[in-house]
């Protein structure tokens, strides 16, 4: 069970996929991108800590320390995370503007229908 | 001031940005940004030229010596990249002020500007940078610009597209981070040539075939690999033509880049991922593209998607150069990627035009468009030739190379390819020929050009597209001294 970290990471990325690419309402389907995000982060974070070790403080009582490096790329990371979740829901505000619809299946109706393509903003 | 050059080519887009959200003004912020994009395109050529002397150049960003602090690398492949990225940038420029006027409300003007160059700080440093997790955050600054620029577009379609690359493209760098961290578990380094050093004594196959296989993944989900294209069509289709032609001419091709970074500086020397066949799977994928999406591009109703279907195809016959992967296929491939870019970036200019001008470019609106607008459409023509490759432009040039990486290798298929991949395109410029010669235009159509400060950048690209077939001092020189460094790294 050494691994277990590893498995708990690849089930929240599979299923962040999935639900990326199977629902058809686009919040969710945010929701889902931004599992399959965070997921990455725990493929990370995980290995960069010994069990045991502390935080990379040279002290003379400890010997072990955690790498620290993982955790500054993952809060990089994050901050890439947000902004992508913020502006995938603003484009999300704007289409339900436009189409009055969130529902993947209903907008690409619309546009089938007539040329919606200059008919709003 | 001359060493920190390379430091100074992404932080003069990136500052300019925020400059042009406080300046706000439509006129002032398109002068701050072409601004920006000039100095971007004299360093990056400042560089090349200092690279074509004095060897590779390295810059320790903040002191912090690599492979421990971030690593800005400048070498024959990369000042070749610049060069393309910051020149498109600036060749688009002068252009953008009339056609962002036409295609983008006023008051979001400052925005277009500001996100541009954002969009051109982060093509620059995925560029520049010999760092891999650099490379990612530098991916993301330059596509969460482009989803704004492409949301920016006409029409409620332009949302749509945008949201659908946002998804799909945040799958393709999420997976890239994934390859990245399994190489930084395996080798404890980020920077590409450490990683490259410390991967030679790594005998566990598994984790770095895994890396391979997700960066190969996200990376061909960012440059539209076929079958990972379909956010391509309709992005470029519903985007701004400033856009349009900026991302058809570099984001594609900056993605490529990386890849060939990474296939042929990492994973290409490693004895543990030999009896691997990335290569054979590339060129199969490439094969698929220019065939197939070379077909789709005939059918398209409008002159804009089918360029954007006929990207697709373009970007197969990079990537099947790296598939082949011989030297004279690498030159056609690098080469092909300026090629390819220059003459992409005319027709998108000149399509723009007739956005300006006319506001429709499906094939049925543009009847007799050979009389409305002579020059125009004698410039999508060049461009055309071009990108079938015929001899005297710049798309031949790549294909020659291609077609003797083929014959060097023995693959008389892939020959056979390359000619129908030709034919096809000669198809679908013909289409256009047909529609805008042959065809009567509409009762009462006077000549009406788009604008001067439209039409010398428009004049310039099309003269690219042969001035580069004639003397290919630039585009295959500088592919053949970028392959010897690839090469070279693997012996």
């Not at chain 2, 030999?274 to 197939?292: H, Q």
Request: charged share 10%; glycine share 8%; hydrophobic share 55%.
């Amino acid at each position: 069970m050494g691994h277990y970290a590893y498995f708990v990471a690849i089930f929240l990325m599979v299923a962040g996929l999935y639900i990326t690419i199977a629902r058809g309402n686009l919040v969710k389907k945010l929701v889902g991108l931004s599992i399959f995000q965070t997921s990455v982060y725990l493929l990370y974070i995980a290995p960069g800590k010994l069990i045991g070790a502390t935080a990379p403080i040279v002290a003379p009582q400890f010997t072990t320390y955690s790498n620290p490096l993982p955790h500054v790329l993952i809060l990089t990371a994050i901050v890439v995370g947000v902004a992508t979740l913020a502006l995938g829901l603003a484009l999300v505000v704007r289409i339900r503007e436009a189409y009055g619809s969130i529902e993947e299946d209903q907008i690409l109706a619309q546009d089938q229908d007539g040329d919606g393509a200059d008919a709003s903003r | 001031m001359v060493d920190h050059l390379p430091a100074l080519q992404v932080v003069v887009p990136l500052m300019s940005a925020p400059v042009i959200v406080l300046l706000r003004r439509p006129a002032i912020a398109w002068l701050v940004a072409t601004a920006a994009c000039f100095a971007a395109f004299a360093i990056a050529v400042t560089l090349a030229l200092t690279v074509a002397e004095s060897g590779t150049v390295s810059y320790a960003i903040g002191s912090w010596e690599p492979p421990w602090g971030i690593e800005y690398r400048v070498d024959a492949l990369s000042a070749f990249m610049l060069v393309l990225v910051a020149g498109t940038a600036a060749l688009v420029m002068p252009y953008a002020r009339r056609s962002v006027a036409a295609e983008v409300p006023e008051h979001q003007a400052y925005l277009f500007y500001a996100m541009y160059c954002l969009c051109v700080a982060g093509l620059l440093g995925m560029t520049i940078t010999g760092d891999v997790f650099n490379v990612f955050v530098f991916l993301e600054i330059s596509s969460l610009s482009t989803y704004v620029l492409i949301a920016l577009g006409r029409g409620r379609r332009a949302l749509l597209a945008a949201l659908q690359y946002l998804i799909v493209g945040t799958i393709g760098a999420t997976f890239y981070v994934i390859g990245i961290g399994l190489l930084y578990l395996v080798t404890g380094s980020l920077n590409f040539v450490d990683i490259a050093v410390q991967l030679e004594g790594v005998t566990e196959k598994r984790p770095v075939l895994a890396a391979l296989a997700f960066i190969t993944v996200g990376l061909g989900l960012k440059l539209a690999l076929f079958p990972l294209h379909q956010w391509l069509p309709n992005a470029y289709a519903y985007a701004p033509s400033v856009v349009t032609t900026f991302l058809a001419a570099t984001a594609t091709k900056v993605s490529v880049y990386v890849l060939v970074r990474f296939y042929f500086l990492v994973f290409a020397p490693l004895q543990a991922l030999e009896g691997v066949p990335v290569g054979a799977v590339l060129v199969a994928l490439s094969a698929a593209a220019i065939l197939a999406m070379s077909l789709v591009a005939v059918f398209q109703p409008d002159l804009k998607r089918m360029f954007a279907y006929s990207s697709v195809a373009q970007i197969g016959y990079i990537t099947l150069g790296l598939g082949v992967a011989n030297e004279a296929a690498l030159t056609g491939s690098l080469a092909h990627l300026v090629n390819h870019g220059v003459t992409k970036c005319a027709l998108f200019l000149l399509v723009g035009g007739i956005v300006v001008r006319g506001g429709d470019t499906s094939f049925a609106s543009l009847a007799g468009l050979g009389r409305r607008m002579p020059w125009t459409s004698f410039g999508i023509v060049i461009a055309g030739l071009s990108l079938i490759g015929v001899p005297a432009t710049a798309g031949f040039t790549s294909k020659w190379y291609l077609i003797a990486g083929a014959v060097e290798q023995g693959s008389w298929w892939i020959v056979a390819l390359l000619v129908a991949g030709s034919l096809i395109a000669v198809a679908y410029v013909w289409r256009f020929v047909e529609v805008a010669y042959l065809a009567p235009a509409p009762a009462g159509a006077a000549v009406h050009e788009p604008p001067w400060s439209m039409r010398i950048p428009q004049a310039v690209a099309v003269a690219l597209c042969v001035v580069l077939g004639l003397f290919t001092a630039f585009n295959v020189g500088y592919a053949r001294r970028a392959v010897d460094l690839l090469l070279g790294g693997s012996q």
